[in-house]
């Protein structure tokens, strides 16, 4: 294609753009020595200002019992009018989605930043998980000045449970979305094989934190071997969640990480019904908004 000399003055201003779309759309995985290394990106940093998540949204494939790609999720970071937030979408899909009633789990935070805009604590969170004509709604509510934990619950719109609970001092606690980006900024240590560390979170049915293990080498080659999954940089971490942040019968989780800190490959064990669920990372993307 030729381009005239007005069309010319306009050429610099269109490179820019199009590499402006270019880091706009930024794929979880990028090829390196002629091999792609899924879960890494460019402009990966690991840890500084966590706002610089914002605008970032992965997404995943779903598997569980004999159904491949049965379920579709999303986790996504963003800024609306001046407020940080963070959403989870996961949702069953075709004819396994009318076997499994259509089964949907929407979970949303509002976070503030703090520690020199190094961490994130909720001041909201919400759950609501869907199974055919049927809603249950869990919110909650964090009040940092006065250290009062509110909630509420909801069956189809009608409040069922309610209460209110002191958050100790000098504590926050912490829900999975806020530890996902947490720990990927390494807000509550480096992640290192062999680390270990506990995540204060919401108290329900008596489970009051997130433990998170990172194995060692030595521990990761066991499973490596039993997946017969390829040597590779990575993480495997090995995390246990309450029970009713997943409706799973053990919260239990085994996540594989990308050395960029992004989930690869995750399995949440005993899903109550549908057995261990595998979700697969597919594609990162970045909004300019």
Do not use: C
């Not at 075709?94 to 509002?110: A, C, L, N, Q």
């Not at 759950?127 to 049927?134: H, K, L, N």
């Amino acid at each position: 294609m030729f381009f005239s000399g007005k069309q010319n003055s306009h050429l610099p201003s269109l490179i820019i753009v199009l590499l402006g779309l270019l880091i706009a759309y930024t794929p979880g995985s990028f090829a390196q020595n002629g091999k792609f290394d899924t879960g890494k990106y460019i402009g990966f940093k690991s840890h500084g200002d966590i706002t610089r998540f914002a605008g970032e949204i992965l997404y995943y494939d779903i598997s569980f019992l004999w159904f491949e790609n049965a379920a579709t999720a999303k986790v996504q970071f963003f800024k609306e009018r001046g407020r940080y937030y963070s959403k989870l979408e996961a949702s069953t899909k075709g004819f396994v989605g009318f076997f499994t009633s259509y089964r949907k789990h929407i979970y949303k935070t509002e976070f503030e930043v703090i520690d020199n805009n190094k961490s994130l604590r909720p001041i909201s969170f919400h759950r609501q998980v869907t199974i055919g004509d049927q809603a249950e709604v869990t919110r909650h509510q964090f009040n940092y000045q006065t250290q009062k934990h509110t909630w509420s619950k909801f069956v189809n719109d009608k409040q069922i449970e309610t209460g209110t609970n002191d958050i100790p001092a000098d504590i926050s606690y912490h829900d999975i979305l806020t530890a996902f980006y947490n720990v990927r900024n390494g807000s509550y240590g480096p992640l290192t094989k062999g680390n270990r560390f506990n995540i204060k979170t919401i108290p329900e049915k008596g489970h009051d934190e997130i433990s998170v293990h990172i194995l060692s080498r030595e521990e990761e080659d066991v499973f490596r071997l039993e997946e017969g999954r390829e040597k590779m940089e990575e993480l495997l971490l090995n995390i246990i969640v309450p029970k009713e942040i997943f409706k799973s019968k053990t919260g239990e989780l085994k996540v594989w990480s990308s050395t960029h800190f992004i989930p690869v490959e995750t399995t949440v064990k005993d899903y109550i019904l549908l057995g261990d669920l595998h979700a697969k990372f597919t594609h990162r993307e970045v909004s300019l908004h």
